[in-house]
Structure formats: structure tokens, C-alpha cells
């Protein structure tokens, strides 16, 4: 039986406005080679300046993750030579970074484990490489993007582990505020490193993933990756270290590089960048860019509100969402029938439209709306559902929607008594079969008078007054 070990080095975007070291946008999306400066570009003779905005993001991510945060943080070039970086170094941090020595609850299945994470480092990203061909184009809009990277201790066991971690972790920065998460985008990224070993031994000889671009890809990039090397070990060959990359056409990950061909990174300290040192000002800043952590949040939306796990789930996994559904509580609506309006009708509706809830036109206090005309017995459930299109398409209140389309329950037994008249005369035979105990045609009639009603009728008292009529 053999035990496996995983370890993630996880690369995120940090949301700045401009890039790390220079004031040019961190823009994804613009013309190609138009967000670039001398700085970013790697002339001769610019000097670097230290984007405060994005370190302050990597102190909260660093804090969020209980590390250690440093006093006196270091920058350090990390040099290679790659066509994607024009100053053939990446400014970097080794010796010093923000945070080291933290960790993270995360819930796998039905179990919280605790990982450790080693260090938070911030760095700067390289252009992008488009392969057109037998061309190669560079973009170099990104380079000198801020980037945070988050190195964990190899406490993960299994491919599913590590996609729970990816999951949590994305949420975990998107609740920061500090970054989209966006895997298939690249705005985070993830390389994998694994080893197997007999149970007791502890730590193999490493293989590092690279090329993942979805948590589902490196779930089953570590999957193949402990098959592939328990057979190996299976035969007696022996594990070597080596860089590989996850192949999604064919399931498999495939050879890179040895060991012996690593780059010698040359790390030295950037010598035109003084180390940062967080003020007081500062630090409080980073104290208030803290917000409830998701699992603490999902938590507390089970103890106070009576969900279930898996009702706290959906509900938890956006912020936005979840501070949502607190509001509509706390205006009066029932949690459970909150959840189910989110997780059902309004979930379709934003499928339909493909929008978040954020974007869309519903707000906190229409949904309670929405929900208290129900309970009231203003409005029926079915009615509701159409007021709810309504107040998504026209950006409307419930109460004038249902002004404005007379859309009330009709629940006055004189009114429904004209419905009922109506469909009775249309339908004697079945009025006929009914009085003869043919009790199952009561139903059809319901739905007749529904219809005629045009779905006002309350259901309620369509049943009794519809009963006293035909049965007497
Ligand atoms: P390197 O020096 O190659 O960058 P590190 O020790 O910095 O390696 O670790 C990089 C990542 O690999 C970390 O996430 C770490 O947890 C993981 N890791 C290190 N050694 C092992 C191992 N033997 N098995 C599995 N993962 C490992
Ligand atoms: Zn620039
Ligand atoms: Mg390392």
C-alpha cells in the first residue's frame, strides 16, 4: 500500500487597477502590446515603484490564510530567459515574503481538514505567448501584472482533495474581493506537485503538474499521476523528479522535464527596491479588508438559520448570495423559503439571462416582498412566479407589477362563485359523473376554473366553493 502526498503552488491575479511596478492598467481583454511602459518592458535605467494597492491585497489574502506576516518584506529577481519576459527577470520575493507558516480549514466531503500553507508570496506575471502556426506572437499586456502566490505544505492526499482546496480557495478570494478566481481565464492557476511513497516513509520523489487550467483537470491530472506512479513503483522503477504536463485530449500527463534541466533561478535582491515595511495605517487597512471567511460563514448560516448542509452550501458560495438572502431574512421573509426562491425560480430565471444575481434586477427587499404577498394570500405561489419574471425583465417593485397586470388572488368566494357557475355549465356531464361518485373529475374541474380565472383563483377556496356547489 503505498500513502500520496500533494502540494499546490496556486497563482492568482490580484484585482489592481494598474500592474505591479508601473502605472500601466492591468487590463485583460485590451489591444494586444497597448498596456506597456519602459517599466513593464524592461529598459535600461527605469526604476521600479511597489504597487501598494495590490501588497495590500496580498497582506489580506496572507491574513486570511493565519501566515505569518512579515514587518519588513523583500523583493528579489528571479531571473530566466523566456521570450514572454522582456527584462529577463521576474521581480519575485524568496528570502522574505508577505506571509509564511499559515492555514486553512477546508471542508472535504463531510470532514474539515486543516491544511498548511508554507508561504504567500507576491511576484509579477510574464506577457502572454499566442502560437499561431509556425508564428509566435507575444502580448505583453500582462506582463508586469500583480500576482500573488500561494504555496501549500504537501498535506493533501488525493485528486478530489486538492480540486476541494481549488474550490475553496477560489471562493475564499473571490469573498476577499482580491481576485475572480477565473481558472479557464487564467486569473488563477494552479501547478500540482505529487509523490507516493510505502505508508510510513513519508515524502517521495516529487513530480510537478503543470498546464492545469480547471480544478476538474487537476483532480484527474493527480489521479492518473499516483496510478501511474504506484505502477512504476509496483515494477521497482524508480520515481524521478521531474516537471510533467496534464494532456486534456488524451487524459494522461506527459514528460516535460528532468530534474538536471531545471532552471538555476539566480535569486539576488532587487536593488532598486527597497524592502516594504507595513505602517499601522496600513495594517488596520488590512484588518478591515478581512470579511467573514466562507466556511465560517456557511456555518453560522446553519446554526442561525436552521438550513441544511447542503442549503448552506448553495447559499454560501457567493458572497453576494449570501449576504442576500441575511437581507431578505432580516426583512421578515421565511430562510427556507428564501433558499428555495434562490435555488429554484430566480436561479432559472438568471440561467435564462445569463446573469448574476448582483447584475439582475431582483434585490433583497422585492424577494421579501415577493414572499410576504404569498403569505398574506395577496398573491398566489403561481402568480408570484410570474411577478418574479415581471420584476426581472421590467426592473420593477412586486406591488407595482401587481398593480399594474391586476395580478391579485381573487380569493372572494362571490367572485369565484361566478368562475365556478361558468365552468359548471360548460362542463355537466362531468358535473353529472361527479354527483354519480366519480370523485377524480373533481380535479378537472379545479384546473377549469384555475384557467378561467386566469390563475387568481385562490385554490383554497375554488375547492370549497366548487364542493358546496356540485355536492351540495
Ligand atoms: P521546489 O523547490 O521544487 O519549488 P518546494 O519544496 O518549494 O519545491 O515545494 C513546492 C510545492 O511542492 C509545495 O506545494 C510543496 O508542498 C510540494 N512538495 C514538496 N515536496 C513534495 C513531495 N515530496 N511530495 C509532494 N509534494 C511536495
Ligand atoms: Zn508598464
Ligand atoms: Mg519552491
Given at each position: 500500500m503505498?500513502?500520496?502526498?500533494i502540494?499546490?503552488?496556486?497563482?492568482?491575479?490580484?484585482?489592481?487597477?494598474?500592474?505591479a511596478?508601473?502605472?500601466?492598467?492591468a487590463?485583460f481583454?485590451?489591444?494586444?502590446n497597448?498596456?506597456v511602459?519602459?517599466?513593464?518592458m524592461?529598459?535600461p535605467?527605469?526604476?521600479?515603484?511597489?504597487?501598494e494597492?495590490a501588497?495590500?491585497?496580498s497582506?489580506?489574502?496572507?491574513?486570511?490564510l493565519?501566515c505569518?506576516?512579515?514587518p519588513?518584506?523583500?523583493?528579489e529577481?528571479?531571473n530566466y530567459?523566456?521570450p514572454?519576459?522582456p527584462k529577463n527577470?521576474?521581480?519575485s520575493?524568496?528570502?522574505?515574503?508577505v506571509?509564511?507558516d499559515?492555514?486553512i480549514?477546508i471542508?472535504i466531503g463531510?470532514?474539515?481538514?486543516?491544511?498548511?500553507?508554507h508561504d504567500?508570496?507576491?511576484e509579477?506575471?510574464?506577457?502572454?505567448m499566442i502560437?499561431?502556426?509556425?508564428?509566435s506572437l507575444l502580448?505583453?499586456n500582462?506582463?508586469?501584472?500583480?500576482l500573488l502566490?500561494i504555496?501549500t505544505e504537501?498535506?493533501l492526499?488525493?485528486?478530489?482533495?486538492?480540486?476541494?482546496?481549488?474550490?475553496s480557495f477560489q471562493?475564499?478570494?473571490r469573498?476577499?474581493?482580491?481576485?475572480?478566481?477565473n481558472m479557464?481565464?487564467?486569473?488563477?492557476r494552479c501547478d500540482?506537485?505529487v509523490?507516493?511513497n510505502?505508508v510510513g516513509?513519508?515524502?517521495?520523489?516529487k513530480?510537478?503538474?503543470?498546464?492545469?487550467?480547471?480544478?476538474?483537470?487537476?483532480?484527474k491530472a493527480?489521479?492518473y499521476e499516483?496510478?501511474?506512479?504506484?505502477?512504476?513503483?509496483d515494477?521497482g522503477?524508480?520515481i524521478?523528479q521531474?516537471t510533467?504536463?496534464w494532456n486534456?485530449n488524451?487524459?494522461?500527463?506527459?514528460?516535460?522535464r528532468?530534474?538536471e534541466?531545471?532552471?538555476?533561478?539566480?535569486?539576488?535582491?532587487?536593488?532598486d527596491?527597497?524592502?516594504?515595511?507595513?505602517?499601522d495605517e496600513?495594517?488596520?487597512?488590512?484588518e478591515?479588508g478581512?470579511c467573514?471567511?466562507?466556511?465560517?460563514?456557511?456555518?453560522?448560516?446553519?446554526t442561525?438559520y436552521g438550513l441544511?448542509s447542503d442549503?448552506a452550501?448553495y447559499?454560501?458560495d457567493?458572497?453576494?448570495m449570501?449576504?442576500?438572502?441575511?437581507k431578505?431574512?432580516?426583512?421578515?421573509?421565511?430562510?427556507?423559503?428564501?433558499?428555495s426562491?434562490l435555488s429554484?425560480?430566480?436561479?432559472?430565471?438568471?440561467n435564462r439571462?445569463s446573469q448574476s444575481l448582483e447584475?439582475s434586477?431582483l434585490?433583497?427587499?422585492r424577494l421579501?416582498?415577493l414572499i410576504?404577498?404569498?403569505e398574506d394570500g395577496?398573491i398566489?405561489?403561481?402568480?408570484a412566479k410570474?411577478?418574479?419574471?415581471?420584476?426581472?425583465d421590467?426592473d420593477?417593485?412586486?406591488?407595482?407589477?401587481?398593480?399594474?397586470?391586476?395580478l391579485v388572488?381573487i380569493?372572494d368566494?362571490?367572485a369565484?362563485?361566478?368562475?365556478?357557475?361558468?365552468?359548471?355549465?360548460a362542463?355537466?356531464?362531468?358535473v353529472?359523473a361527479v354527483?354519480?361518485g366519480?370523485?377524480?373529475?373533481?380535479g378537472?374541474?379545479?384546473g377549469q376554473?384555475?384557467?378561467?380565472?386566469g390563475?387568481?383563483a385562490?385554490?383554497?377556496?375554488?375547492?370549497?366553493?366548487?364542493?358546496?356547489?356540485?355536492?351540495g
Amino acid at each position: 500500500m503505498y500513502q500520496s502526498f500533494i502540494g499546490l503552488e496556486i497563482h492568482i491575479h490580484l484585482a489592481a487597477e494598474t500592474k505591479a511596478f508601473c502605472g500601466c492598467k492591468a487590463n485583460f481583454g485590451d489591444e494586444e502590446n497597448t498596456n506597456v511602459c519602459p517599466v513593464c518592458m524592461g529598459f535600461p535605467g527605469v526604476l521600479p515603484t511597489l504597487n501598494e494597492k495590490a501588497i495590500q491585497m496580498s497582506y489580506v489574502v496572507a491574513r486570511a490564510l493565519n501566515c505569518k506576516l512579515s514587518p519588513n518584506t523583500k523583493f528579489e529577481r528571479k531571473n530566466y530567459f523566456y521570450p514572454d519576459m522582456p527584462k529577463n527577470y521576474q521581480i519575485s520575493q524568496f528570502a522574505e515574503p508577505v506571509g509564511r507558516d499559515g492555514y486553512i480549514d477546508i471542508e472535504i466531503g463531510d470532514s474539515i481538514k486543516r491544511v498548511r500553507i508554507h508561504d504567500v508570496h507576491f511576484e509579477e506575471d510574464a506577457g502572454k505567448m499566442i502560437h499561431a502556426g509556425d508564428m509566435s506572437l507575444l502580448d505583453y499586456n500582462r506582463a508586469g501584472y500583480p500576482l500573488l502566490e500561494i504555496v501549500t505544505e504537501p498535506d493533501l492526499v488525493i485528486g478530489e482533495d486538492a480540486e476541494a482546496f481549488l474550490k475553496s480557495f477560489q471562493r475564499l478570494v473571490r469573498y476577499l474581493g482580491v481576485c475572480d478566481g477565473n481558472m479557464e481565464e487564467g486569473s488563477m492557476r494552479c501547478d500540482a506537485n505529487v509523490s507516493i511513497n510505502p505508508v510510513g516513509v513519508g515524502l517521495g520523489e516529487k513530480v510537478e503538474i503543470k498546464n492545469l487550467n480547471s480544478s476538474r483537470f487537476v483532480r484527474k491530472a493527480l489521479n492518473y499521476e499516483i496510478e501511474r506512479q504506484s505502477g512504476l513503483m509496483d515494477n521497482g522503477t524508480k520515481i524521478i523528479q521531474e516537471t510533467r504536463l496534464w494532456n486534456e485530449n488524451r487524459d494522461q500527463t506527459e514528460g516535460m522535464r528532468k530534474k538536471e534541466d531545471a532552471n538555476d533561478y539566480r535569486y539576488f535582491p532587487e536593488p532598486d527596491l527597497p524592502p516594504f515595511r507595513p505602517s499601522d495605517e496600513f495594517m488596520k487597512e488590512v484588518e478591515e479588508g478581512i470579511c467573514e471567511l466562507p466556511l465560517v460563514r456557511k456555518q453560522r448560516l446553519m446554526t442561525s438559520y436552521g438550513l441544511g448542509s447542503d442549503q448552506a452550501e448553495y447559499i454560501h458560495d457567493e458572497k453576494f448570495m449570501a449576504d442576500f438572502f441575511e437581507k431578505a431574512v432580516f426583512l421578515g421573509a421565511d430562510a427556507v423559503q428564501v433558499y428555495s426562491w434562490l435555488s429554484s425560480d430566480v436561479k432559472k430565471l438568471l440561467n435564462r439571462n445569463s446573469q448574476s444575481l448582483e447584475d439582475s434586477n431582483l434585490s433583497a427587499e422585492r424577494l421579501a416582498r415577493l414572499i410576504s404577498m404569498i403569505e398574506d394570500g395577496q398573491i398566489s405561489g403561481k402568480i408570484a412566479k410570474r411577478v418574479l419574471d415581471h420584476i426581472f425583465d421590467e426592473d420593477k417593485d412586486p406591488d407595482v407589477i401587481c398593480d399594474e397586470q391586476g395580478l391579485v388572488q381573487i380569493s372572494d368566494p362571490a367572485a369565484i362563485a361566478k368562475f365556478v357557475d361558468e365552468v359548471m355549465a360548460a362542463n355537466e356531464a362531468v358535473v353529472e359523473a361527479v354527483r354519480g361518485g366519480d370523485q377524480r373529475q373533481m380535479g378537472f374541474l379545479v384546473g377549469q376554473i384555475m384557467k378561467v380565472s386566469g390563475g387568481k383563483a385562490a385554490p383554497a377556496v375554488v375547492q370549497s366553493v366548487l364542493k358546496e356547489k356540485v355536492l351540495g
